[in-house]
């Protein structure tokens, strides 16, 4: 499979960027959350790989509604990243397993709305998450997932050799705790 991606400037620089936590901001149709995408298979890509020459890791990508996370953040992913080509998608539990080569990846889709969503981060290991159309998650739930961040793979297979959390978000308002 031949991916045709040239990220803009200000996604290079985001992509760059190895700070654990960090936010693209743009304009509708600058690209944000197709360098996001790609975010998630570079990180997955720049894993150390285990004793079997794997390279694992487990991502969390959010949106604040499941509606939202259907109908543009999974079909922007999978437009990219096809199952049967690039791994399989269960639609049931939307979760992406992602398998190109030597790169495994577990992605989960998740609808995280407000404070009452933070217990389902519970006992959560993940390797990085994405926060899609971030101005509109609750900051409980940006908190939590800095906690459930850098725990895969576990301490005992290596741990993870980058951890991080990152948003795309069109310009938020200024009443927003984003802005």
């Known amino acids: 499979m031949n991916i045709d991606f040239t990220p803009s400037k200000t996604c290079t620089e985001f992509m760059n960027s190895d700070a654990k936590m960090r936010v693209l901001m743009g304009p509708v149709g600058s ?13 997955a890509s720049q894993q150390q790989p285990g004793q079997d020459g794997v390279r694992r890791s487990r991502a969390a990508v959010v949106r604040e509604t ?22 399989n998608f269960m639609r049931t539990t939307k979760t992406y397993f992602f398998k190109v080569g030597d790169v495994e990846c577990e992605i989960m889709f998740r609808a995280l709305d407000d404070s009452d969503d933070v217990a389902n981060l519970n006992s959560l290991e993940l390797t990085f998450a994405w926060f899609n159309e971030c101005r ?5 739930i940006v908190d939590a997932m800095s906690k459930r961040i850098g725990r895969f793979p576990s301490a005992k297979d290596g741990g993870p050799s980058w951890f991080g959390m990152w948003g795309d978000t069109n310009p938020p308002t200024m009443d927003t705790w984003w802005y």
């Open 31 to 43: 690209g944000k959350s197709v360098a996001s995408c790609f975010e998630i298979v570079r990180r």
């Open 66 to 87: 499941v509606r939202q996370l259907t109908d543009t953040t999974i079909k922007t992913f999978l437009d990219w990243f096809p199952p049967g080509v690039c791994g």
């Open 136 to 140: 509109d998650i609750n900051p409980e």
